[in-house]
């Protein structure tokens, strides 16, 4: 009897952990997103997996209206190549292994 009881508890908590629990909205700071694109505040993300959830955060925290996700073109990890201001958009590169290797605007 324990033993289904281990059982049935060890299931219970896998099941649980596969729970798809919906992400958080990524909200900017300060409540505005100007649509005047910058990366001095998102370099940091370079670097960094591709996931859905970084590249919107850094999407909100440069400010811009929108992003493209694009594998790099450039051949090179260099996160300052490119416009560091203006339009409103923000362009990510990745590269082979999805990690972010450029941010720029435009």
Known sequence: MSRILVVV????????ACSSTPV???????GVISGQCHTDSVRG???LAAAPG??????V????????VVRGQRGRNDANVGASA????????IGPTNNIT???CG
């Open 9 to 16: 508890g060890i299931s219970a908590m896998a099941l649980s």
């Open 24 to 30: 958080a909205s990524v909200e900017p700071i300060d």
């Open 45 to 47: 993300a370079a670097g």
């Open 54 to 59: 970084t590249v919107e955060r850094a999407r």
């Open 61 to 68: 925290d440069s400010d811009s209206l929108g992003v493209s």
């Open 86 to 93: 203006g339009g409103d958009h923000l362009t990510i590169e």
């Open 102 to 104: 450029a941010l720029r």
